[in-house]
């Protein structure tokens, strides 16, 4: 395995308090509930799969309807700091 996480895992299936999570590249390749034995320290951290946000017009004080690339990319970098894995930018009715 490349790296492991620990602390509290949130699944479709389960909220584990102290988890074991094995990551190889991209890819997760186990979740496991923690054990003494383990040597990583546990954590408060909560891991879990990304966000996707199906509607938003911005974020972090910025606008995705202002006609402004840094704006979108303001907004964008808000809603990953927070989780968001993918979203879909939505316009809103506004004057051109």
Known sequence: MTFVLRGRVVTLDADLPD???GVEGERIVLVRPATVADEEPATDQV???GLVDLHCHGGGGA???????AQVEQG?????????????????????
């Open 47 to 49: 891991i879990m799969p």
């Open 63 to 69: 606008s995705f309807t202002a006609g402004e690339a």
């Open 19 to 21: 988890a074991m999570v």
């Open 76 to 96: 964008a970098r808000h809603h990953l700091a927070q989780g968001t894995t993918s979203l879909v930018g939505s316009a809103v009715t506004d004057t051109p």
